[in-house]
């Protein structure tokens, strides 16, 4: 499994986190070449988002090192954190728009944060920018107006404001219906044609992942089991990767524990 | 045995857990501190000033109603108790200093600041508290936007304004009740209780009100803004940290009163 390439735009070296002492990720070893789209899989709990945090700057490893653009956001000068910040857009699982602000006006809040540009280029920019997500009409609205889709692409576009140079996904295609999903994906897609942006997605979802993807990694129990492309994920033995992608369930119901309690309780020994 | 050590780990526990509490509130207030001066106007980000100006509105101009209506009710409670007491040694016409002094020193800030914990610590709480359940918060911060900066400095710079202001009209709203209350009691004129005001009025009362309500105002912001960025989970915990914030702030707002009060009797003024 190939986790190092040259020159990489995301760069994790080691990287362990613990949660209450108890080990969420064990050394996460993983190499993002530019313009690359990585998928990062993996069960619930598996440590994927947690991961992800990480990567974006919301958390520091206990151990470990994240570079992105050779910026290490735990340990750099407040300017270098701030650039950090600026070449990373984030597309939240519950698209985390301000609910305060209308949609025009969330997608406008980085370039007024962090710009001077005059108002009407502003607005312009942030029109561009729906535009881009098929939501040129929608920026009057408020968010609470908007589909769970269209929040989505929302979310996207506040993302793409300040032109990023690395695109995160948390969760594009959780809670929405196929076709929508399917959107998201083809969106995801024209964005990587049209900016030839370095993307990260994290998702659970085979049928997506497998679309967008140049290579893939897996997660299981805060360790990569798996990364490589989708052929080589597709072909490969691992138990785990191939319970994944088989869609094999661990046994959930503990019915032995069902006929030890009636054993002990015929026995006359009243259990607990 | 165990229970003693049971006993023991649970008092310390609750001991490191208030120390953290109290480091967390010192290090949010002195980060708030430098995040202050980018809210005013003119030296500031405009944006932020607007956000502070529509905060003066939702914690001052519409808690006016309320806070004014209950400086008066007490302002009549007061006059009402003080009468009767003063009534039996013939001195009820000292009611109008009772009052006077009572709300210039300690009421008008203390029921002000009452007002606005229930009214807007909690409001603080729940708004902060959904921006983190909601993962705002988080995109505040991967779009390298302070969220101290954003949400908190301009609700701390509006009631850092509206407060002292709300607490003067709490002062005249009070003794203006008990007027009321003297004219309909005892017959005495406008004038007269006017004088009588102006008597008893020191410069130094109202400023040390002022004071006071400055120091409440940080309690409540501060108070009510942490309880927010504390939220883990889910809605519930908003619900929890909005009660919290209010019954926090209340209680450190009395406890700042009392260290206060001391201070000032001690110094000799009260």
Same mark, same amino acid.
């Given at each position: 499994?190939?986790?190092?390439?040259?020159?990489?735009?995301?760069?994790?070296?080691?990287?362990?986190?613990?949660?209450?002492?108890?080990?969420?990720?064990?050394?996460?070893?993983?190499?993002?070449?530019?313009?690359?789209?990585?998928?990062?899989?993996?069960?619930?709990?598996?440590?994927?988002?947690?991961?992800?945090?990480?990567?974006?700057?919301?958390?520091?490893?206990?151990?470990?090192?994240?570079?992105?653009?050779?910026?290490?956001?735990?340990?750099?000068?407040?300017?270098?954190?701030?650039?950090?910040?600026?070449?990373?857009?984030?597309?939240?699982?519950?698209?985390?728009?301000?609910?305060?602000?209308?949609?025009?006006?969330?997608?406008?809040?980085?370039?007024?944060?962090?710009?001077?540009?005059?108002?009407?280029?502003?607005?312009?920019?942030?029109?561009?920018?729906?535009?881009?997500?098929?939501?040129?009409?929608?920026?009057?609205?408020?968010?609470?107006?908007?589909?769970?889709?269209?929040?989505?692409?929302?979310?996207?576009?506040?993302?793409?404001?300040?032109?990023?140079?690395?695109?995160?996904?948390?969760?594009?295609?959780?809670?929405?219906?196929?076709?929508?999903?399917?959107?998201?994906?083809?969106?995801?897609?024209?964005?990587?044609?049209?900016?030839?942006?370095?993307?990260?997605?994290?998702?659970?979802?085979?049928?997506?992942?497998?679309?967008?993807?140049?290579?893939?990694?897996?997660?299981?129990?805060?360790?990569?089991?798996?990364?490589?492309?989708?052929?080589?994920?597709?072909?490969?033995?691992?138990?785990?990767?191939?319970?994944?992608?088989?869609?094999?369930?661990?046994?959930?119901?503990?019915?032995?524990?069902?006929?030890?309690?009636?054993?002990?309780?015929?026995?006359?020994?009243?259990?607990? | 045995?165990?229970?003693?050590?049971?006993?023991?780990?649970?008092?310390?526990?609750?001991?490191?857990?208030?120390?953290?509490?109290?480091?967390?509130?010192?290090?949010?207030?002195?980060?708030?501190?430098?995040?202050?001066?980018?809210?005013?106007?003119?030296?500031?980000?405009?944006?932020?000033?607007?956000?502070?100006?529509?905060?003066?509105?939702?914690?001052?101009?519409?808690?006016?109603?309320?806070?004014?209506?209950?400086?008066?009710?007490?302002?009549?409670?007061?006059?009402?108790?003080?009468?009767?007491?003063?009534?039996?040694?013939?001195?009820?016409?000292?009611?109008?200093?009772?009052?006077?002094?009572?709300?210039?020193?300690?009421?008008?800030?203390?029921?002000?600041?009452?007002?606005?914990?229930?009214?807007?610590?909690?409001?603080?709480?729940?708004?902060?508290?959904?921006?983190?359940?909601?993962?705002?918060?988080?995109?505040?911060?991967?779009?390298?936007?302070?969220?101290?900066?954003?949400?908190?400095?301009?609700?701390?710079?509006?009631?850092?304004?509206?407060?002292?202001?709300?607490?003067?009209?709490?002062?005249?709203?009070?003794?203006?009740?008990?007027?009321?209350?003297?004219?309909?009691?005892?017959?005495?004129?406008?004038?007269?209780?006017?004088?009588?005001?102006?008597?008893?009025?020191?410069?130094?009362?109202?400023?040390?009100?002022? /004071?006071?309500?400055?120091? =409440?105002?940080? &309690?409540?912001?501060? #108070? $009510?803004?942490?309880?927010? !960025?504390?939220?883990? *989970? %889910?809605?519930?915990?908003?619900?929890?940290?909005?009660?919290?914030? /209010?019954?926090?702030?209340? =209680?450190?707002? &009395?406890?700042?009163? #009392? $260290?206060?009060?001391?201070? !000032?009797?001690?110094? *000799? %003024?009260?």
């Amino acid at each position: 499994m190939v986790t190092s390439v040259a020159d990489p735009a995301i760069s994790l070296r080691d990287v362990a986190v613990s949660y209450d002492g108890r080990r969420i990720l064990h050394g996460v070893n993983l190499d993002i070449a530019r313009g690359e789209t990585m998928v990062l899989l993996g069960g619930s709990g598996s440590g994927k988002s947690t991961l992800l945090r990480q990567i974006i700057g919301l958390e520091r490893p206990e151990a470990g090192r994240v570079t992105v653009n050779d910026i290490d956001p735990g340990n750099c000068s407040p300017g270098d954190l701030r650039k950090f910040h600026r070449s990373i857009g984030v597309a939240f699982q519950g698209a985390a728009l301000f609910n305060s602000l209308s949609i025009e006006e969330n997608i406008a809040l980085p370039l007024r944060e962090h710009t001077r540009l005059p108002e009407s280029t502003i607005r312009l920019m942030a029109w561009l920018k729906l535009a881009v997500v098929g939501l040129a009409d929608a920026g009057k609205l408020s968010p609470q107006a908007l589909s769970g889709g269209m929040k989505k692409r929302a979310a996207v576009a506040r993302a793409l404001a300040l032109d990023p140079e690395v695109l995160v996904f948390d969760e594009p295609s959780a809670g929405l219906d196929p076709i929508v999903a399917a959107e998201l994906d083809e969106l995801i897609l024209t964005l990587k044609r049209a900016f030839g942006m370095t993307m990260v997605v994290v998702t659970h979802e085979l049928a997506s992942a497998f679309r967008i993807a140049d290579r893939l990694a897996m997660l299981y129990q805060g360790s990569l089991i798996a990364v490589g492309t989708k052929e080589e994920l597709q072909s490969s033995t691992h138990p785990r990767v191939r319970q994944f992608l088989d869609r094999v369930p661990d046994p959930v119901a503990e019915t032995y524990r069902v006929d030890e309690y009636f054993q002990r309780y015929l026995e006359g020994d009243s259990p607990k | 045995m165990s229970l003693l050590t049971g006993s023991v780990e649970r008092v310390g526990k609750r001991t490191t857990d208030d120390v953290e509490y109290c480091g967390a509130l010192a290090r949010q207030f002195w980060n708030s501190l430098r995040a202050l001066s980018l809210t005013l106007p003119m030296v500031g980000n405009r944006n932020r000033w607007k956000t502070a100006l529509a905060q003066m509105l939702h914690i001052g101009v519409q808690a006016f109603p309320m806070v004014t209506l209950m400086a008066g009710c007490a302002g009549l409670i007061l006059a009402m108790q003080g009468a009767s007491e003063l009534r039996r040694i013939g001195a009820i016409n000292l009611v109008v200093e009772l009052v006077t002094i009572g709300f210039t020193r300690e009421l008008g800030p203390l029921l002000t600041a009452i007002a606005v914990s229930g009214r807007s610590a909690s409001a603080f709480s729940a708004e902060i508290g959904t921006m983190k359940v909601t993962e705002e918060i988080d995109a505040l911060r991967t779009m390298a936007i302070d969220p101290v900066e954003f949400v908190l400095a301009p609700k701390f710079l509006a009631a850092l304004v509206v407060i002292p202001c709300l607490s003067i009209f709490s002062d005249a709203f009070g003794i203006l009740a008990g007027g009321t209350f003297m004219k309909i009691a005892a017959g005495m004129t406008f004038g007269v209780f006017l004088r009588s005001v102006a008597r008893t009025l020191a410069l130094r009362d109202v400023m040390i009100g002022l /004071v006071k309500s400055l120091a =409440f105002a940080t &309690i409540i912001v501060q #108070v $009510g803004c942490l309880e927010g !960025f504390r939220v883990k *989970g %889910g809605p519930d915990a908003v619900g929890r940290a909005a009660t919290a914030a /209010v019954v926090k702030s209340t =209680f450190l707002v &009395i406890l700042a009163d #009392v $260290g206060f009060t001391t201070l !000032f009797y001690l110094t *000799g %003024g009260v």
